[in-house]
């Protein structure tokens, strides 16, 4: 067929006209130069794959400007076809569609690239260095004409940011199906994909940019509040009840998921010292009032730091340097350190996530272009210093844990063998703990708590305050301390000015408190009190991911390398119906080190939409649960114990029998093994 044939064969297309070419604003965060591994017929390939979204009368002034795109900035990004206007989350109503679900996900799609939530607007990468919403902007021109369209008779169905078609269903079934990232076992590795990308052939959506749902950096601050409260409870004597008053917390990062931080220290009333190298990041911090204060020396920060803890008031502080530098500071003068972390971009070390001590942010930036040999160097002998530091840091009395960002095993591929358990491999796990073993696993997923989270697509203020007022009255604070944290973080939320992008809130809950608060919200729709809303969660949840470097990090029956969970919660929550289902490879540590699942639940107030928050929000946690349960996580068979109980007669959950140590230990006494070593990378 010709150009003319297939152009004629479309009804919903890229229209035959180039958009003007766009202006760049200054002061807005640009992606670095990504790596370009391509041979020639590869980045031929490249060039032809972008051409295929448009009119071939623009194909001879596109393909020059795409082959440009390709060589100075390691991928296409089709500029030219990005909207002029400012993007962001409008309400509802302003936009175009035959249905709510069509509307509702094109809100959400325009937060995920307003300027105040995304980490590099222009590339589509919203948050994670790497996470983008689509691979380019025809992409995104065509995913919303796809979106106008949408009906309840269609699924929209969507591959690594390119939307294959409108297809027939069901009103039941899902409005859009996504998939992220996924290869191929065997190139199931980022040097792979990495060429993938690079073609157009594949996109990391992270956990929840190309799912849509990026709520702004108020999604990962009800997890480090939790994570850093526990943490005070549970290694520094804090009461169940208590705060972190006169406590500090040290760590690093103010980008997309780690400006969290010194919010959450606050809430949490620390005090916190946050290092960064990225002073542009900083100032969004501190012009949003997430950080308090900005310190250029390491010397003062510590004292200001030890002022706000004799006063048990709370503070966050910036650093405005390498990390590394201010732990260095600290063990040469003895500074006393009692909780400790990182949150650079470590999945990604050797693409910018990590700057090496001694560089500037700009001079890493002009290295990362110029020489990646030497930068990469630089990365490893970087790691390994701070991996050093934080060793004697911790035998003087601080608690590290890994945040999730891959930093262990990052320093690990840099050549510190000793951070593994064995010293060879990475099969059982590191010297230090991740959070999720010591505290997010074993205190809140193994009950099914996780981050829930919700928009008000009106973009009213007062529709969010009253979901606020309408969610807290369902939680019961007497019942347990999560309860009592979770109550407390609702009831303060307004005043603690969480909201970035549209108007959103996260609230950890477990199963049966999900399901109700969202029957109790579609309800409110369904009354008029407020506009519709949607529904989701991180999919860093109880069930959302596979990740034994992460989420699957607490369950030791050898299970925490297999991806069966994460598939069974997409497939599941397809089946019953929920509005979007997301099923991507990498996430927080890395492409081929989880696979996580995700979705989305328009509610509209219909009576259909109460049916599918019945059955899927129960399942959509629980499947989390009782994988966690089998896993033998002991307050996970207690949670699947008391849900067998409520829910009998509508759900069945298979719980493990439980074999005494004693009895293995004496049966397997005279068992002889041959010991085979093989590296795990």
């Given at each position: 067929?010709?150009?003319?044939?297939?152009?004629?064969?479309?009804?919903?297309?890229?229209?035959?006209?180039?958009?003007?070419?766009?202006?760049?604003?200054?002061?807005?965060?640009?992606?670095?130069?990504?790596?370009?591994?391509?041979?020639?017929?590869?980045?031929?390939?490249?060039?032809?794959?972008?051409?295929?979204?448009?009119?071939?009368?623009?194909?001879?002034?596109?393909?020059?400007?795409?082959?440009?795109?390709?060589?100075?900035?390691?991928?296409i990004?089709?500029?030219?076809?990005?909207?002029?206007?400012r993007?962001?989350?409008?309400?509802?109503?302003?936009?175009?569609?035959?249905?709510?679900?069509?509307?509702?996900f094109?809100?959400?799609?325009?937060?995920?690239?307003?300027?105040?939530?995304?980490?590099?607007?222009?590339?589509?990468?919203?948050?994670?260095?790497?996470?983008?919403?689509?691979?380019?902007?025809?992409?995104?021109?065509?995913?919303?004409?796809?979106?106008?369209?949408?009906?309840?008779?269609?699924?929209?169905?969507?591959?690594?940011?390119?939307?294959?078609?409108?297809?027939?269903?069901?009103?039941?079934?899902?409005?859009?199906?996504?998939?992220?990232?996924?290869?191929?076992?065997?190139?199931?590795?980022?040097?792979?994909?990495?060429?993938?990308?690079?073609?157009?052939?594949?996109?990391?959506g992270?956990?929840?940019?190309?799912?849509?749902?990026?709520?702004?950096?108020?999604?990962?601050?009800?997890?480090?509040?939790?994570?850093?409260?526990?943490?005070?409870?549970?290694?520094?004597?804090?009461?169940?009840?208590?705060?972190?008053?006169?406590?500090?917390?040290?760590?690093?990062?103010?980008?997309?998921?780690s400006?969290?931080?010194?919010?959450?220290?606050?809430?949490?009333?620390?005090?916190?010292?946050v290092?960064?190298?990225?002073?542009?990041?900083?100032?969004?911090r501190?012009?949003?009032?997430?950080?308090?204060?900005?310190?250029?020396d390491?010397?003062?920060?510590?004292?200001?730091?030890?002022?706000?803890?004799?006063?048990?008031?709370?503070?966050?502080?910036?650093?405005?340097?390498?990390?590394?530098?201010?732990?260095?500071?600290?063990?040469?003068?003895?500074?006393?350190?009692?909780?400790?972390?990182?949150?650079?971009?470590?999945?990604?070390?050797?693409?910018?996530?990590?700057?090496?001590?001694?560089?500037?942010?700009?001079?890493?930036?002009?290295?990362?272009?110029?020489?990646?040999?030497?930068?990469?160097?630089?990365?490893?002998?970087?790691?390994?210093?701070?991996?050093?530091?934080?060793?004697?840091?911790?035998?003087?009395?601080?608690?590290?844990?890994?945040?999730?960002?891959?930093?262990?095993?990052?320093?690990?591929?840099?050549?510190?063998?000793?951070?593994?358990?064995?010293?060879?491999?990475?099969s059982?796990?590191?010297?230090?703990?991740?959070?999720?073993?010591?505290?997010?696993?074993?205190?809140?997923?193994?009950?099914?708590y996780?981050?829930?989270?919700?928009?008000?697509?009106?973009?009213?203020?007062?529709?969010?305050?009253?979901?606020?007022?309408?969610?807290?009255?369902?939680?019961?604070?007497?019942?347990?301390?999560?309860?009592?944290?979770?109550?407390?973080?609702?009831?303060?939320?307004?005043?603690?000015?969480?909201?970035?992008?549209?108007?959103?809130r996260?609230?950890?809950?477990?199963?049966?408190?999900?399901?109700?608060?969202?029957?109790?919200?579609?309800?409110?729709?369904?009354?008029?009190?407020?506009?519709?809303?949607?529904?989701g969660?991180?999919?860093?949840?109880?069930?959302?991911?596979?990740?034994?470097?992460?989420?699957?990090?607490?369950?030791?029956?050898?299970?925490?390398?297999?991806?069966?969970?994460a598939?069974?919660?997409?497939?599941?929550?397809?089946?019953?119906?929920?509005?979007?289902?997301?099923?991507?490879?990498?996430g927080?540590?890395?492409?081929?080190?989880?696979?996580?699942?995700?979705?989305?639940?328009?509610?509209?107030?219909?009576?259909?939409?109460?049916?599918?928050?019945?059955?899927?929000?129960?399942?959509?946690?629980?499947?989390?649960?009782?994988?966690?349960?089998?896993?033998?996580?002991?307050?996970?068979?207690?949670?699947?114990?008391?849900?067998?109980?409520?829910?009998?007669?509508?759900?069945?959950?298979?719980?493990?029998?439980?074999?005494?140590?004693e009895?293995?230990?004496?049966?397997?006494?005279?068992?002889?093994?041959?010991?085979?070593?093989?590296?795990?990378?």
């Amino acid at each position: 067929m010709n150009n003319a044939e297939i152009g004629n064969a479309m009804v919903i297309k890229l229209d035959a006209v180039l958009p003007e070419y766009p202006t760049f604003k200054e002061g807005v965060r640009r992606a670095p130069k990504r790596e370009l591994t391509l041979n020639k017929r590869e980045i031929k390939l490249a060039v032809a794959n972008a051409l295929r979204y448009v009119p071939e009368e623009l194909h001879e002034q596109l393909a020059p400007e795409f082959l440009d795109e390709l060589l100075t900035r390691g991928r296409i990004y089709g500029y030219r076809f990005m909207p002029k206007e400012r993007i962001y989350g409008k309400p509802i109503d302003e936009y175009k569609g035959e249905c709510v679900e069509g509307k509702a996900f094109q809100v959400m799609i325009d937060n995920n690239l307003d300027h105040e939530v995304a980490l590099y607007p222009y590339e589509l990468v919203t948050y994670g260095e790497t996470g983008q919403v689509c691979q380019n902007w025809m992409q995104y021109q065509l995913i919303k004409k796809y979106l106008e369209k949408l009906t309840h008779h269609h699924t929209l169905v969507m591959m690594s940011g390119h939307p294959m078609g409108l297809f027939k269903s069901h009103e039941t079934s899902p409005r859009v199906i996504v998939t992220n990232g996924l290869m191929v076992g065997m190139f199931d590795n980022p040097e792979d994909w990495a060429k993938a990308t690079a073609m157009g052939c594949s996109s990391y959506g992270q956990m929840t940019a190309g799912g849509w749902m990026y709520i702004g950096p108020q999604g990962i601050v009800h997890g480090t509040f939790n994570t850093i409260l526990n943490a005070g409870r549970k290694f520094l004597g804090v009461p169940q009840d208590g705060d972190l008053a006169g406590h500090l917390f040290v760590t690093s990062g103010l980008g997309g998921m780690s400006g969290a931080q010194p919010k959450a220290i606050e809430i949490a009333g620390g005090v916190g010292i946050v290092a960064e190298v990225d002073y542009s990041r900083i100032k969004t911090r501190h012009d949003q009032g997430w950080v308090s204060l900005v310190i250029e020396d390491a010397a003062e920060a510590f004292k200001v730091a030890q002022e706000y803890m004799d006063k048990k008031e709370t503070i966050s502080i910036a650093f405005h340097g390498n990390i590394v530098d201010l732990l260095q500071y600290a063990v040469d003068n003895n500074i006393k350190i009692e909780l400790l972390s990182d949150q650079t971009s470590c999945h990604v070390p050797y693409d910018g996530g990590y700057c090496p001590q001694g560089l500037t942010f700009e001079e890493r930036t002009e290295m990362l272009a110029n020489d990646k040999e030497k930068f990469c160097e630089l990365v490893d002998q970087s790691l390994i210093k701070h991996y050093h530091l934080i060793k004697t840091l911790v035998e003087r009395g601080a608690y590290f844990f890994d945040y999730g960002n891959a930093f262990m095993k990052a320093v690990f591929d840099a050549g510190a063998k000793d951070i593994a358990k064995n010293g060879e491999d990475t099969s059982e796990g590191f010297i230090f703990p991740s959070y999720v073993e010591d505290i997010l696993g074993p205190e809140l997923f193994d009950y099914g708590y996780g981050p829930f989270r919700w928009c008000c697509l009106s973009g009213k203020p007062e529709d969010l305050r009253k979901t606020d007022h309408a969610a807290m009255e369902i939680i019961d604070p007497n019942r347990r301390s999560q309860d009592r944290d979770n109550y407390i973080w609702i009831r303060d939320a307004e005043k603690n000015k969480l909201v970035v992008g549209t108007q959103c809130r996260i609230l950890y809950q477990d199963a049966l408190g999900r399901r109700d608060i969202a029957l109790k919200f579609n309800e409110m729709v369904r009354n008029g009190e407020i506009g519709p809303v949607m529904l989701g969660r991180d999919h860093h949840d109880t069930g959302g991911t596979d990740s034994p470097y992460r989420e699957t990090s607490n369950i030791y029956d050898g299970s925490n390398i297999t991806a069966d969970m994460a598939v069974h919660c997409y497939a599941g929550n397809a089946a019953r119906g929920m509005s979007l289902v997301a099923l991507h490879n990498g996430g927080g540590v890395g492409i081929s080190k989880s696979i996580n699942g995700g979705f989305g639940m328009v509610l509209d107030g219909s009576e259909r939409v109460d049916e599918i928050l019945m059955a899927a929000i129960p399942w959509d946690t629980m499947i989390g649960v009782s994988r966690r349960s089998w896993g033998r996580c002991e307050h996970s068979i207690e949670t699947v114990a008391e849900y067998n109980k409520i829910r009998n007669g509508e759900d069945y959950i298979t719980m493990p029998y439980l074999a005494s140590d004693e009895l293995i230990e004496r049966v397997c006494k005279d068992v002889v093994v041959e010991e085979h070593h093989h590296a795990h990378h």
